[in-house]
C-alpha cells in the first residue's frame, strides 16, 4: 500500500482510542469537497513512508498508543492492505478502517480474517445523488448498499458519517438517509472545513442551528446521531 500521509497521533480520529492515522493514496470517487485532494488525484507526488518506517514507530509507540486509523484515499483498493494490518495487528494493535464503501468484499474479508476492530463507513449522500457528490457519473450503487448491509448486521463495530456541504447537500437528503439506515448504530454529521486541498475548494458549513435541523430529522430513525467539527 502506498503510504502517503502520516498523523502520529490523534484523539479523534479513532474514538475513545489514542492512536495514529495512516493515509493511503488514491481513490475510485472524486467528491468535491473531499478534503485530501492531493491523495486522490496527484498520490504519485505525495511523500512516501516505508511499510518498515510505520511498523518502527509502532514498536516504540506499544504501551502508549492503542488504535491504529487506516484512512486515505481509499485503503481497500491496495492489494497489499490486507498484509499491512496482519504486521500491525501483530503488535497489539485495534484497527479502525476507513471506507467509502465500494469494496463490500475487502470489509467482510477483513473482518472475517480478524484484521480490523472498527468501520467508518462515509454516507455521501442520499443515493440518488451519489453520482453528484462522489463526482463519477455511474457510482456501484450496489456495492454501497451491500457494505451498509454488512455493516448493520452488527458484525463489526461501526459507524456513518456524512460530511455536510452547504452547496451540495438538502434537508430532503436526511429525510432519505434516515430512511435508508434507519435503526443504525452511530451516524455523524462533519461540518465541512474548505481548504487548499479540498479538489473544488470554496464550498461552505450549515451553521450549528442548521445541523442540530438535520440532526432532529435524522434521529426520527436512528438512535444516536452527533455532530462534528464544529467549535
Given at each position: 500500500m502506498k503510504i502517503c500521509g502520516f498523523n502520529k497521533t490523534t484523539l479523534l480520529d479513532y474514538p475513545g482510542r489514542v492512536a495514529c492515522t495512516i493515509f493511503?493514496?488514491?481513490c475510485n470517487f472524486r467528491c468535491p469537497f473531499c478534503q485530501n485532494g492531493g491523495l486522490v488525484e496527484r498520490p504519485e507526488e505525495q511523500p512516501e513512508y516505508s511499510r518498515e518506517e510505520i511498523l518502527?514507530?509502532?514498536k516504540k509507540r506499544q504501551g502508549i498508543l492503542d488504535g491504529v486509523c487506516i484512512s486515505g484515499g481509499e485503503p481497500t483498493l491496495s492489494p497489499s492492505l490486507a498484509s499491512l494490518l496482519q504486521d500491525i495487528k501483530s503488535l497489539g494493535y485495534s484497527i479502525k478502517?476507513?471506507?467509502?464503501?465500494?469494496r463490500p468484499d475487502i470489509l467482510k474479508s477483513l473482518t472475517k480474517d480478524g484484521l480490523i476492530d472498527m468501520i467508518a463507513m462515509d454516507i455521501k449522500t442520499s443515493p440518488e445523488r451519489y453520482s453528484v457528490l462522489t463526482g463519477i457519473p455511474h457510482p456501484d450503487l450496489n456495492a454501497?448498499?451491500?457494505s451498509?448491509?454488512?455493516l448493520m448486521s452488527g458484525t463489526i463495530d461501526y459507524e456513518f458519517r456524512t460530511t455536510v456541504v452547504k452547496e451540495l447537500h438538502k434537508k430532503s437528503d436526511f429525510h432519505e438517509i434516515g430512511k435508508w439506515l434507519k435503526g443504525a448504530k452511530a451516524y455523524y454529521l462533519q461540518a465541512y472545513r474548505d481548504s487548499e486541498e479540498v479538489l473544488q475548494p470554496g464550498f461552505s458549513s450549515y451553521s450549528l442551528e442548521e445541523l442540530l435541523h438535520?440532526?432532529?430529522i435524522l434521529l426520527e430513525s436512528i438512535p444516536l446521531v452527533e455532530i462534528r467539527g464544529i467549535d
Open positions: 493511503s493514496g488514491g518502527s514507530f509502532l478502517l476507513d471506507t467509502n464503501g465500494s454501497i448498499y451491500e451498509v448491509d454488512f438535520f440532526r432532529s
